[in-house]
């Protein structure tokens, strides 16, 4: 019965990390697109 709760707070806690981690990709990804966007909108500024 230990080794069965052990497990699933293994996993659970596996699973957390997991989806935190995927939303902190999705969070760096959106940064680097605003900032080329950023340089994008500032070259276009200029001509």
Request: hydrophobic content about 45%; charged content about 30%; overall charge positive.
């Amino acid at each position: 019965m230990s080794i069965l709760l052990g497990a699933l707070v293994f996993f659970s806690t596996f699973a957390i990390y997991d989806a935190i981690r995927k939303v902190n990709n999705n969070i760096l990804d959106q940064t680097e697109e605003i900032r080329k966007l950023r340089e994008d909108l500032k070259h276009i500024n200029k001509n």
